[in-house]
């Protein structure tokens, strides 16, 4: 694990900029986690051509809520799961449309056509594997696998324990591995 | 903690690059299926969502400039659900009341020629009815009735 660099303030120290009206710091928050955001956000299964847009509505609501930050739990963690709730409200607003993102891509292009397809494919079935799973279990996989949060903090953000934090991350991987078999 | 678990753990760490196996891992890995699957499954996991590109600025833009305005109050959130809400709660209401304990016929009749009955409480109308002289339900005494009786009975009903 690297040391912090005392020259590059913490997520903490910039929210507390901002609270005290240094609209830099909320500039650079969204620097810092926009784009982990936004893949966090594919990988749960909002489409594509929607990220942006929840992204940045996260931010909002994130900054304009930020009494609910308690510093429990990570800035980066917490404005996840703010945006994971608005993905969720967005799938309940389209009523189950099919949130898997398809890409179209030119294989053309591909150094390795057929492996970039068999990666592309996989990639596919692990959406779907992952759009079929209850909502706890995907978000304590996304977060645990594909952020690499800690079961401490995944607990603090989803208001459960470590323990049953790694049942629901268990219970996902069993589930999944199925799916890419 | 068993070498599965162990090994578990760390996969989200050396997925992303940060750590790496040891040899013994790797042995471990190559050897035991459960653990394996799970690494590939955390493989692809982590790289979810590597080709999502964002235009950085324009999200920064677009939040500061929302910063900027005035956040919507709480009292315009709570409007915001609940003023449908009590529509559709008067609406309800007003249907049942026309709809459903309105009453019809010539019981209606009854009920418009005394207005002043509705204001009052049911304790209030019990003192009222037991003023009134019972007039016992004796439908022997209808069928007794002429035809004329009964038309002007029903006429008398109608006002």
Redesign the interface.
């Known amino acids: 694990m690297t040391a912090p660099n005392p020259a590059v303030p913490s997520d903490a120290q910039l929210v507390a900029s901002f609270r005290a009206g240094d609209e830099r710091a909320a500039a650079e928050l969204v620097r810092r986690h926009a784009v982990p955001l936004g893949r966090f956000l594919y990988a749960a299964g909002a489409p594509e051509g929607e990220i942006e847009d929840l992204v940045q509505e996260s931010f909002i609501r994130a900054f304009r809520a930020l009494e609910g930050w308690r510093g429990d739990a990570t800035f980066r963690s917490w404005l996840f799961r703010i945006g994971s709730n608005l993905r969720k409200d967005l799938y309940r607003r389209d009523r189950g449309r099919t949130m898997i993102p398809i890409q179209e891509v030119d294989l053309r292009e591909s150094a390795d056509p057929a492996a970039e397809a068999e990666a592309r494919d996989a990639e596919q079935r692990l959406m779907k594997g992952l759009a079929r799973l209850p909502h706890m279990q995907r978000e304590v996989f996304l977060l645990r696998a594909h952020q690499g949060v800690d079961y401490e903090e995944i607990a603090v953000v989803l208001g459960t324990t470590p323990g049953a934090a790694r049942v629901h991350y268990h219970h996902a991987v069993r589930r999944l591995r199925g799916e890419i078999a | 903690m068993n070498q599965c678990t162990r090994l578990s753990d760390r996969?989200?760490?050396v997925?992303?690059g940060?750590e790496r196996w040891s040899a013994a891992e790797e042995a471990h890995l190559g050897a035991c299926g459960d653990c394996s699957?799970?690494w590939?499954?955390?493989g692809?996991?982590?790289?979810?969502?590597?080709?999502?590109v964002?235009?950085?600025e324009?999200?920064?833009g677009?939040?500061?400039s929302?910063?900027r305005l005035p956040?919507p109050s709480r009292a315009a959130k709570v409007l915001r659900w609940a003023l449908p809400v009590a529509l559709a709660a008067s609406l309800l209401l007003v249907l049942v009341r026309t709809r459903w304990t309105r009453p019809t016929g010539p019981a209606a009749v009854t009920y418009s020629l005394l207005p002043e009955a509705e204001s009052l409480s049911d304790s209030e109308l019990e003192s009222v009815l037991q003023l009134i002289p019972t007039a016992e339900p004796n439908l022997g005494g209808v069928d007794s009735l002429s035809e004329d009786e009964l038309t002007q009975i029903v006429k008398d009903l109608e006002g």
Not at chain 2, 44 to 52: E, P, T
């Open positions: 996969m989200p760490a997925a992303r940060t699957s799970e590939v499954l955390v692809r996991a982590a790289g979810l969502g590597d080709s999502v964002l235009d950085i324009r999200v920064t677009g939040v500061l929302a910063l956040a």
